[in-house]
């Protein structure tokens, strides 16, 4: 085959690139039919003759003048935009021509479908950080408390230090979800996603898949492709692990090597996965007696617990309760379409009265319901007797002293150990001896119930 024929049955036939072929005076020796078109000659018309007539800021030229290649240029003849490419043709190593040729006929196309795809990515990074973003921030967390003023202080400092782990404990409805989202949004994590795990609400065989993600056929019914985990969705931003103390011993190590490691493995795959996000797990358990009991393990709980807030609960600041009832009465107010402009004193003293041992999420809860009643009735301000259900809890509470398990397990706990830190004078492995518990875990309840170390005179003197 010649020459002339192999370059018809390579460039002729092909509409997409735009091909020629010059001496090394720069005069065209072959030109294909594409090119020629772009160009709007005939092919008698072209060959033979200085491609620089046709296109005066050829790059023929330069490459010809200096043997080099010149690779990858934006291209614009007769209104197509081309990325083309000129290299230069030796011989027996002399410079004997040029060829050069073009890749697309129409960049602006390429350009087009690029930003379509970038639009497109964008459009599901948006969904992605709109469907997981923290909604809540420190502005939510309402009351004038000093401890809750001290929390809100110290949970400040610590969003700013976007990868330290913390762990928020308390009883239900204090607003460890609320402190999670508010240490997010005010982190460098805030503009990418923060994603709530209920580790109690997925079953144990799910949970590894929905945190990790899984590989294509890793089990029956998995999805064609796979599916990444919560820990990859929010690559960059914030993954809440709440209800961390219903997870199961074997979850506890996959989660212990993640923390460590900040890789995961997808379930049926075989290679790791790079994370950077960070952990806030929030637990209403016990996690230290739990330690004890080896249902929690201790190495996951030290990982967790590098900035602990301990929340407090709503009868330990009941000063707060009539700024929290305006508060979540402009809330509710929107959420039921209803006008409560205020609540009555009676009702607020009834208010006060009580235990509330589901803390500020069942003072909401029994403002919803009063504030039903009272726009049934027609009612914009709060009584008494639409807390009626609520004064006859009141007055089986007064009557029988009653308190709920956990406070009443609290305040012996403590009391117990205040009782032999005083027995021992301060002597703690005495104390951690008699109370047939470890030193470290005795130092844990210390700081827990925020009991001060009382050293007997010889560790004064030693000290």
Known sequence: MKIGE????????????????????????????TYLKILNLSKEEALGRP???????TRVTAVLRTGKAVVGYNWRVN????IASCIP???????????????????????????NLLNELNMYKDEVNELYRAKYSFDDIVGNNEKLKELKAFARQIASHGSTTVLISGESGTGKELFANAIHNSSNRSGLPFIRVNCAAIPENLLEAE??????????????GGKPGKFELANGGTVFLDEIGEMSLTMQSKLLVVLQEQEIERVGGNRP??????????????????VEEKKFREDLYYRLNVVRLEMVPLRSRKEDIPVLVQHLICKLNKKLNVFIKDI???????LSSYYWPGNVRELENVLERAMIMADMKHAS?????????????????????LKSLKTMTWEFEKEAISKVLQATRGDMSMAAKYLEIDLSTLYRKLKKYHIPAEFSPNQKKRS
Do not use: H
């Open 89 to 115: 043709i030796y011989k027996d190593g002399k410079l004997n021509g040029a060829f050069a040729y073009s890749v697309f006929l129409d960049i602006w196309n390429a350009k087009n479908l690029v930003e």
């Open 6 to 33: 192999l370059l018809e049955e390579l460039f002729d036939q092909n509409p997409y690139m735009a091909a020629l072929i010059t001496d090394n005076e720069g005069n065209l020796l072959y030109i294909n039919k």
């Open 273 to 290: 996965i790079r994370t950077n996000v960070r952990v806030i797990a929030a637990t209403n358990r016990d996690l230290e007696k739990m």
């Open 51 to 57: 491609i620089k007539e046709f296109t005066p800021q």
């Open 79 to 82: 209104g197509y935009n081309m």
């Open 211 to 224: 945190l990790f993600g899984y590989e294509e056929g890793a089990y029956t019914g998995a999805k064609k």
């Open 381 to 401: 301000i709060l009584r008494s007797r639409y807390f009626a259900f609520l004064n006859n809890r009141c007055e089986f509470q007064a009557a029988s002293g």
């Open 344 to 350: 009555s004193e009676g009702a607020l003293k009834l």
